[in-house]
């Protein structure tokens, strides 16, 4: 197992989830034997790795190939007894999606998420893609705020502030892994070291002298408004595309994300992610 998974979180992953990858990926390879790929790269995110799962909740999948040729695809399966919903995509799906934002972050987004996976050596480019995706939203967000140099923690509150601009209703999911205090938690200290690199690593940051980081200019972005727009529609689009065109789709989500946190939850995390991008927080 320990050659199997990769990932920058694999060590805070719930061990019961870990020990079961090698059965899951079985179940998996069978129920998408009739997608034509070879190379294939599984990547498990969602509350299975954070170990706030319960026991209805979905395996959140994702796995990627090298055929262009064959577009993305949702796979709904079962695993014992368990939902599991698998996203297929190639490679170049996934590349369009961080650098000109094709799905909306429909794809790019599910890594911005704590993930494990395998073969190993993987993270560091699926990474790529939520930093081409997010940093310049980022960017604006702290721009908003009159910032110049932020720290790491910045940074990353600077990221979940520009998700939640397009996607409210992340905010059920941030509640239930970031409970306060946010500084506090395992994964949002590790999340802030991966999120961090991988900007470095993408030119979408810069390391100023006196240890902080600064947006570089490659986090520009041109039309906010329309660009914010046209992510959400993709998003959207896409979405309802994977739950057979049911219009229906962007209510689903929103009443399954709310189902386990409460108004009060949310907005505390809200807000505690605002001080944090402020500065007004402790490190």
């Given amino acids: 197992m320990e050659d199997l998974v990769s990932g920058p979180y694999r060590d805070l992953a719930a061990q019961s989830f870990l020990d079961a990858i090698p059965r899951l990926i079985d179940t998996l390879s069978a129920a998408t034997e009739s997608i034509p790929a070879e190379d294939r790269v599984w990547v498990f995110y969602g509350s299975r790795i954070t170990g706030t799962a319960t026991a209805a909740s979905d395996f959140d999948v994702m796995m990627l190939h ?18 599991v ?42 990474l790529t893609s939520v930093a081409r995706f997010l940093a310049p939203l980022a960017a604006e967000a702290a721009g908003r705020l009159d910032a110049i140099t932020r720290t790491r923690h910045q940074i990353l509150a600077d990221s979940y502030l520009a998700f939640l601009d397009i996607y409210p209703d992340f905010d059920s999911y941030v509640a239930r892994v970031l409970e306060a205090p946010v500084l506090a938690s395992p994964w949002w200290r590790r999340q802030a070291q991966v999120i961090v690199e991988a900007y470095q690593q993408a030119q979408m940051i810069d390391r100023t002298v006196d240890g902080r980081y600064a947006y570089s200019r490659q986090a520009a972005i041109g039309d906010l408004r ?4 046209i992510a959400a529609a993709r998003f959207w689009a896409f979405g309802a595309v994977c739950h057979d065109s049911d219009v229906r789709f962007p209510d689903f989500y929103r009443d399954k994300a709310r189902q386990r946190t409460t108004v ?9 992610l605002q001080r944090i991008s402020c500065g007004r927080a402790g490190r």
């Fill in 66 to 83: 090298r055929e262009d040729e064959v577009p993305p695809t949702r796979v709904g399966t079962t695993y014992r007894d368990a939902p």
């Fill in 85 to 126: 919903t698998v996203y297929s995509l190639p490679w170049s799906a996934l590349y369009r999606d961080g650098q000109d934002r094709a799905y909306g972050g429909y794809f790019a987004l599910k890594l911005f998420s704590p993930f494990i996976c395998t073969p190993a050596d993987e993270a560091a480019e699926l």
């Fill in 226 to 229: 329309h660009e914010r727009a």
């Fill in 264 to 272: 009060g939850q949310r907005q505390r995390v809200y807000e505690s």
